[in-house]
């Protein structure tokens, strides 16, 4: 498991905490700075994620499928 999806559970367990703590906070008492901390935190922990390299690699396509030679088409 790379680093970009531990980062990214991370960051959407925070966010699903953060709203059920947010639901609870009346009921139970706690302060809502707590919850609204935890969704910033989820939020910043998801956009530092995205803006980490993947480790998928893609194929580049080569000059031959550009030119359609790939495709048994010749010239």
Not at 52 to 63: K, L, W
């Amino acid at each position: 498991m790379s680093l970009r999806r531990i980062v990214a559970w991370i960051g959407i367990v925070l966010a699903v905490g953060g709203f059920i703590v947010l639901a609870l906070s009346l009921w139970l008492g706690i302060h809502f700075m707590i919850p609204v901390l935890m969704i910033a935190a989820a939020f910043g922990a998801l956009v530092i994620a995205r803006r980490m390299p993947s480790d998928i690699v893609e194929e580049q396509p080569s000059e031959k499928a550009e030119n359609g030679e790939a495709n048994g088409q010749e010239e």
